[in-house]
């Protein structure tokens, strides 16, 4: 099936999906790629999150109970590459998928095929990466970052998988954007001016842009270690010349946008529900680009700040200590475009607008605590310690994860046609909510208590924080199986959804009917440019 | 922007068994890659590794060349609008972008060292550890002399920029000026100048491929300048071998290029494949300039 209009041996657009399941395998629909993408993450999500809780009951109390040492370290490292790279980002590109090409009034993404390659390289990726678990001398265990030489000198055999893991990620990512910046250019509909697109698409456009220019940053650097490693070149070892923490600028220069493509989207999602609920448009429309652009800009100039203890000049902990406290400002004028747009608004608080509200406040709050660990004498103490782990977590889970949440359930309606049922949502915000917080914030305390990250052990004094937020922890992640039954009962059942679904939504993507038909846009007159952006 | 005349001819593609062959193709390739690399580190046996590597290089080329097959005729089958080929112009170019980045790192990686690593390695503004372990250790670049020897024996010569790698420029430059006289045949209507410049092209490719191939065997032999041999072989043969894979792509690209121009494919008004060969035959040739001036010239 195909939307062709000028080949006539095949259907046009009016034709649905292929049936079984090689539908999922051989399409190039943008709606059914996005269902794939979104799925895919929802398993690493669980995947990601059952090594959390190994963690988090291994820490339950001091002293070591459950696993050894060296599966912590393996645990830690999985969880952080399984989420990060497995979990969030493909969530953002199944959104992506789904809703670049209906915002823009676009038939579909503008590379059908490579979209498909995009996606069906993860499975092979995250299945290599995970089978290192039951490799002889088991899977990567330096952590997230992998830092060399841990991660090369002293790493286990089974880094190599890992390498090209990564490369087979990075390789589905830089195609995955090139199909989003290039679907943006150069489909909107007729009359779409740039200035006049959704903030989702926008903050994607930018995202995008983030992905393409660091993810071979990122294979350029695996691609050093793998030589450091079978074919004796020094990048990271001195001896020869070369310098471990080389490794930390050429990671970092990669993993600070790398966090920024995180949370980028995150910001699109929120600036398109708190408009709906508070029935208000988007407070500062334009600022929301400008503010988005320059935390793309500054985000390749303050990577340091990751490394403020690794003995820089003077001159360098400065420059990345006040380059990284700038980033406030356009994230602060953000969080007062939301506020602004809630304020004197006739909210109400249905799913989604919790999620992006909680969103709002808890991000704020990870926001804080990266302002403190900005000032690099502070970080000298914090380097390393939970309050490190409290702050990203902020950032990310009610931060990145929350807003993932309040997308599919505020466009849940408009891919399966059903309502989902209410008062399961709310109460799985409710729990996730307390769970989150539980989980987090006595992880601040901890922190500047001086209990070090990626320790299986800790001494006494840690004890309660530490079982409450393993209990928070718990909570969160039973909290989400909760999820899992409110999206597939709202996949099978469920009152009928409006084609507009939210009375305060706007965007083309309400224009069409609920559930959105396989093929939407197929020709421009279709389009109603006045409802584009919300 | 789109208009409404160009954006009619949208051309969804209809479901494709190529990507989940690619994905396959590729995934066999690198698991192939990595069980064979780890097996040679080991000492062992790496038959296993390099039969995936293999099959999986071949699944992969076949899929690609189906898919790129397959596109080529949907163009000729003019299912393809104006806008569509500005998708394939946009993507050409980010990924180009996305190439220009992957060197980055790379480029990054050696003016880090020659800036801040080896004189805190000779003991500059007392850094500590780097001092006590080597005390002795005295700056210098190119390196030949590293901190450890015994770990990392330095080359005794470095690489010079005159001869090989001045003749290599000068053949790059030169191809760069050919491909684009080709590119004014086609757009003349000429296809022998066309055909003609473009195989210039191509040889002039594969004679710089064979400079290299010359100069990593003298480098081998006469320099004791090897992989091995501390971070300035490292950096050398990291960034001249990532080009040279560039161009060896480059090259294969061209070619693909020449026979299709033989076939008679190509208008002056539609000739994208031609294109986006010529562009990356340019970013490589902008590569190398880089690579001339800071690891040739600058760097001996
Ligand atoms: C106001 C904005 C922010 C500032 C000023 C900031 C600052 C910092 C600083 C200084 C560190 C290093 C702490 C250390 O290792 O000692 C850090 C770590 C981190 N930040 Fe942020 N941050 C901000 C926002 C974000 C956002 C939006 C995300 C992701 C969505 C994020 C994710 C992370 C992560 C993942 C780490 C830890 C990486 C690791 O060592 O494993 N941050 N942040
Ligand atoms: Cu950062």
């Known amino acids: ?534 | 922007m789109a208009n409404d005349a160009t954006y009619q001819n949208y051309y969804v593609p209809a479901d494709s068994k190529l990507p989940i062959f690619a994905s396959l193709g590729l995934f066999l390739t690198v698991f192939g890659m990595g069980n064979m690399f780890n097996e040679m580190t080991a000492g062992a046996d790496t038959t296993f590794g390099t039969m995936v590597l293999l099959l999986g290089g071949v699944v992969l080329a076949t899929t690609l060349f189906v898919w790129f097959s397959k596109v080529i005729e949907e163009s000729h089958a003019k299912l393809y609008s104006d806008q569509m080929n500005r998708s394939y112009v946009w993507g050409m170019s980010w990924f180009i972008f996305s190439e220009v980045m992957f060197f980055a790192a790379f480029f990054g990686a050696l003016f880090y060292v020659r800036a801040f690593v080896v004189p805190w390695l000779a003991g500059e503004g007392n850094r500590g550890p780097s001092d006590m372990l080597w005390p002795n250790y005295v700056a210098e670049w190119p390196m030949l002399n590293t901190p450890d020897p015994t770990l990392f024996p330095g080359a005794h010569t470095a690489m010079g920029w005159w001869g090989l790698p001045l003749i290599n420029t000068i053949l790059l430059v030169t191809s760069s000026v050919t491909v684009t006289i080709a590119h004014h045949g086609l757009n003349e209507g000429n296809r022998k100048k066309l055909i003609t410049w473009l195989g210039l092209t191509v040889a002039l490719g594969i004679v710089f491929l064979g400079c290299q191939v010359l100069e990593y065997y003298h480098a081998y032999t006469d320099l004791g300048l090897t992989l091995n041999a501390g971070i300035y072989g490292t950096t050398f043969f990291m960034l001249t071998g990532f080009h040279g894979a560039h161009v060896t792509l480059g090259t294969f690209m061209l070619l693909v290029m020449l026979i299709r121009a033989i076939k008679g494919h190509f208008k002056a008004d539609d000739c994208f494949g031609f294109e986006a060969a010529a562009w990356y035959w340019h970013f490589v040739d902008v590569v190398w300039l880089g690579l001339f001036l800071f690891v040739y010239i600058l760097g001996s």
């Open chain 1, 1 to 534: 099936m195909s939307a062709i209009i000028e080949e006539h041996h095949h259907d046009d657009h009016h034709h649905g999906p292929a049936k079984g399941l090689m539908r999922w395998v051989f399409t190039t629909n943008h709606k059914d790629i996005g269902t794939l993408y979104l799925w895919f993450s929802f398993m690493m999500f669980l995947l990601g999150g059952t090594f959390a809780l190994v963690i988090r009951a291994e820490l339950f109390q001091p002293g070591l109970q459950l696993v050894a040492p060296e599966f912590f370290n393996q645990m830690t490292t999985m969880h952080g590459l399984i989420m990060v790279f497995g979990a969030v980002m493909p969530a953002f590109v199944g959104l992506a998928n789904w809703l670049i090409p209906m915002m823009i009034g676009a038939p579909d993404m503008a590379l059908p095929r490579m979209n498909n390659y995009s996606f069906w390289i993860l499975p092979f990726a995250f299945t290599m990466l995970a089978s290192t678990l039951l490799m002889e001398g088991g899977g990567p265990n330096f952590g997230w970052t992998f830092y060399a030489p841990l991660s090369t000198t002293y790493a286990p055999p089974s880094v190599t998988y890992f390498i090209f893991a990564v490369h087979l990620m990075g390789i589905s990512s830089i195609m995955g954007s090139i199909n989003v910046v290039v679907t943006i250019l150069n489909l909107r509909a007729p009359g779409m001016t740039l200035m006049q697109m959704p903030l989702f698409v926008w903050t994607w456009l930018i995202t995008a842009y983030l992905l393409i220019a660091v993810m071979p940053v990122l294979a350029g650097v695996v691609t050093m270690m793998l030589m450091d490693i079978h074919f004796g070149t020094s990048f990271f070892n001195a001896a020869g010349g070369g310098d471990p923490v080389l490794f930390q600028h050429v990671f970092w220069f990669f993993g600070h946008p790398e966090v920024y493509i995180m949370i980028l989207p995150a910001f699109g999602i929120v600036s398109a529900i708190i408009p709906t609920f508070a029935r208000k448009r988007l407070f500062g429309y334009a600022s929301m680009v400008y503010a988005t652009s320059s935390i793309a800009f500054l985000s390749f100039i303050v990577w340091g700040h990751h490394m403020f203890t690794v003995g820089m000049p003077l001159a360098g902990e400065l420059y990345f200590m006040y380059a990284t406290m700038l980033i406030a400002v356009p994230t602060g004028v953000k969080v007062f475009n939301w506020i602004a747009t809630m304020w004197q608004g006739s909210m109400t608080f249905e799913t989604p607008m919790l999620f992006a509200i909680a969103f709002v406040v808890l991000f704020t709050i990870g926001g804080l605590s990266g302002l403190m660990l900005s000032i690099a004498p502070a970080d000298f103490q914090y380097q390393d310690t939970y309050f490190v782990v409290a702050h990203f977590h902020y950032v990310l889970v009610p931060g990145s994860i929350f807003s993932i949440m309040a997308a599919v359930y505020y466009w849940l309606p408009k891919w399966t046609g059903h309502m989902y049922d209410e008062k399961l949502g709310k109460t799985h915000f409710w729990l996730s909510f307390i769970g989150v917080n539980v989980t987090f914030f006595p992880q601040h305390f901890i922190g500047l208590a001086g209990m070090p990250r990626r320790i299986p052990d800790y001494a006494l004094q840690f004890a309660d924080y530490n079982m409450i937020s393993s209990v928070g922890a718990f909570l969160f992640g039973f909290s989400q199986l909760l999820f899992l039954v409110i999206v597939i009962k709202c996949i099978k059942t469920g009152k009928q959804a409006t084609a507009q679904v939210w009375e305060g939504a706007h965007g083309l993507e309400w224009t069409v009917p609920s559930p959105a038909p396989y093929h939407t846009f197929s020709t421009p007159d279709e389009v109603n440019l006045k409802e584009a952006h919300g």
